[in-house]
């Protein structure tokens, strides 16, 4: 029996421990679910400073310029003296191909400009010999007054015995005729000449008319006598001569290459001569010019043979960095691009704006380039071009926009990343976090003060990250952070 009443001891112990367990566990709970009191809401001061509006775009640096060298003419690599990366100087030897073929051809074309320019001398002499023979000679003399023998022909006797008159009705026509012959001469010139002089007046119905002939013959036989003779044959009295006809129009187009009697000057291309023996001369002139055009292509053959031999070593026109190199030695080069250069002194940065951003954008505008490797480093730029159409790129636009370096730093890496800013608009004063202002209008704004009241106030700039206060509050002021709590 004693067994039984400590069992149910045990069992009334056991359950007041479980209610008060559970008593104690409502009891936390029922304080853990009840509400905390309200935090203070976080303010903000007004602080003096600058506001900044910029826009940022990614981008590379690159060269501003790139010069694609190729060989002049094509060949067989002999020596590839740089590799991509090699930074070059001005001068400096960067490839070469095999350029026998291009010396034998610049040795050839000197050959036939010698040969062409012996070729115009020999027609040149050819010409001069032609001016100093003694047909020549002879018919020269009888067209200007004299013969060789200094015996004055008969049209200058004619011509002085007998001027013109205008007060006589008629003239009688005088026929002079000369003729000598020297045995020594082999030789025989012919020359006929013929002056006309006429005068009119008003108040006479009759033309006077002087008409002279001459002719110097020489004869290579001797003759037994040389006598000039002059027979005047007076015309009709009384009746008047017929009115002269007008000459033919003289031609607009001189032949210097033909002189008196046919002679050749030597110096013309012209091809003919209207008085006998200009056929000659024309052939003569002809000569001259067909050989000068031969030397005019000889030299001109030459100049491109020197500049293809020139063209066997690729030189490099600038200092810069190699880009691009197109084989090695032993492969075949052609005239196509086979080294690119980079022309590193002035370095840009190539950046794509968006369409939005890029509206806002000009030429002259300062900006600031952070480089991949100097997160830490802001560097000044300036906007040198903005292109004047866009890129799609899905279903936005891009403009290309060029930045120059103000001042380039050293180990610039052609092809890094970069980052570009534009600052577009700065703003000097007052200023609050973005989130601390409600805008409510153009200029206006609201702000709520650390009693949960509302305040308007006037705004400028909005920047990146903080708005321009121009009304409302001072230095120094609280006010919410949040405007929207």
Not at 10 to 16: D, H, K, L, Q, T
Not at 454 to 480: F, H, K, P, W, Y
């Amino acid at each position: 029996m004693t067994f039984v009443v400590r069992g149910r001891r045990r069992r009334w112990v056991a359950a007041g421990a479980a209610v008060l367990i559970a008593v104690a566990v409502v009891t936390v709970v029922a304080w853990q679910g009840a509400d905390p009191a309200p935090a203070a809401p976080a303010t903000v001061a007004v602080q003096r400073g600058e506001v900044t509006s910029s826009v940022a775009a990614s981008g590379k640096v690159s060269p501003v310029a790139t010069r694609e060298l190729a060989f002049s003419v094509a060949g067989t690599l002999t020596a590839v003296l740089v590799k991509p990366g090699d930074e070059v100087a001005v001068g400096q030897d960067l490839a070469t191909i095999d350029d026998a073929d291009a010396r034998e051809a610049r040795d050839d074309a000197a050959n036939a400009l010698s040969e062409a320019r012996q070729a115009l001398a020999d027609a040149q002499d050819a010409a001069d010999t032609a001016d100093t023979s003694p047909s020549c000679t002879t018919a020269l003399g009888a067209a200007s007054g004299t013969t060789g023998d200094g015996t004055v022909t008969a049209v200058t006797v004619a011509l002085l015995t007998h001027p013109a008159n205008p007060d006589l009705a008629t003239t009688p026509a005088v026929t002079a005729t000369a003729t000598s012959s020297t045995a020594a001469r082999p030789a025989t010139a012919a020359n006929s000449v013929t002056a006309t002089a006429t005068s009119s007046a008003a108040a006479r119905s009759a033309t006077a008319t002087s008409s002279v002939s001459a002719t110097a013959t020489a004869a290579t036989t001797p003759s037994p006598a040389s006598s000039p003779s002059a027979t005047p044959s007076p015309s009709a009295p009384g009746k008047p001569s017929a009115s002269p006809k007008p000459s033919a129009a003289p031609s607009r187009t001189p032949s210097p290459s033909t002189r008196p009697g046919g002679c050749t000057s030597g110096g013309s291309s012209n091809g003919g001569s209207a008085n006998g023996g200009g056929a000659a001369g024309g052939r003569g002139g002809d000569a001259i010019y067909t050989a000068q055009v031969a030397v005019n292509k000889a030299d001109a053959d030459l100049a491109k043979a020197e500049r293809n031999l020139t063209g066997t070593t690729i030189t490099a026109p600038v200092a810069a960095k190699v880009l691009s190199v197109g084989g090695r030695a032993g492969d075949a080069a052609g005239t196509g691009t086979f080294i690119t250069l980079g022309v590193v002194a002035t370095m840009m940065v190539e950046a794509e704006f968006a369409e939005a951003d890029a509206v806002s954008l000009a030429v002259g505008q300062p900006a600031t380039v952070t480089l991949a490797n100097r997160p830490d480093e802001t560097l000044p730029a300036t906007i040198a071009q903005v292109a004047a159409t866009g890129t799609a790129s899905g279903t936005l636009v891009r403009y290309h926009v060029l930045l120059a370096f103000d001042g380039a730093p050293e180990g610039l890496l052609i092809g890094q990343s970069a980052t570009a800013g534009v600052v577009l608009a700065r703003a000097e004063g007052l200023l609050l976090p973005q989130s601390a202002v409600r805008v409510t209008g153009d200029g206006t704004g609201e702000v709520k003060l650390p009693d949960g009241s509302a305040r308007t106030i006037g705004i400028g700039l909005r920047g990146d990250g903080d708005v321009e206060i121009l009304s409302g509050l001072t230095e120094n002021e609280q006010v919410r952070l949040n405007a929207r709590s």
